[in-house]
């Protein structure tokens, strides 16, 4: 069994900064890319940010310059460090990983459980 245990998030001021984590434990062989995405209320759940094996990063439009995407792959976790964060950026936060795992014949995707985050005054 693999799972991804995410930390962080709550309630920050406009203009405030938070840190994501998210570790993945189990029987994994391999880890490939990983990944934040984001459900705002009524829509539906969006790239944040990913980020390849060997490093390679992508970001959503609304969030460069502001997030940054880190891997530790000795500790099989993803960080999210938002800052200058607005009140568009409230949403419910999920990290994601592609996980080559034990006995399985492909890597799949899994998902964390997911924490809120409201950017409010």
């Known amino acids: 069994q693999v799972q991804l245990v995410q930390s962080g998030g709550g309630l920050v001021q406009p203009g405030g900064s938070l840190t994501l984590s998210c570790a993945a434990s189990?029987?994994?062989?391999?880890?490939?890319?990983m990944g934040w995405y984001r459900r705002a209320p009524g829509k539906q759940r969006d790239l944040v940010a990913r980020?390849?094996?060997?490093?390679?990063?992508n970001y959503a439009d609304s969030v460069k310059g502001r997030f940054t995407i880190s891997r530790d792959n000795a500790k099989n976790t993803v960080y999210l460090q938002m800052n200058s964060l607005k009140p568009e950026d409230t949403a419910v936060y999920y990290c994601?990983?592609?996980?080559?795992?034990?006995?399985?014949?492909?890597?799949?995707?899994?998902w964390g459980q997911g924490t809120q985050v409201t950017v409010s005054s």
């Open positions: 980020i390849t094996t060997g490093g390679t990063t």
């Open positions: 189990g029987s994994i062989v391999k880890i490939n890319a």
């Open positions: 994601n990983a592609n996980i080559q795992s034990f006995g399985a014949m492909l890597p799949r995707d899994y």
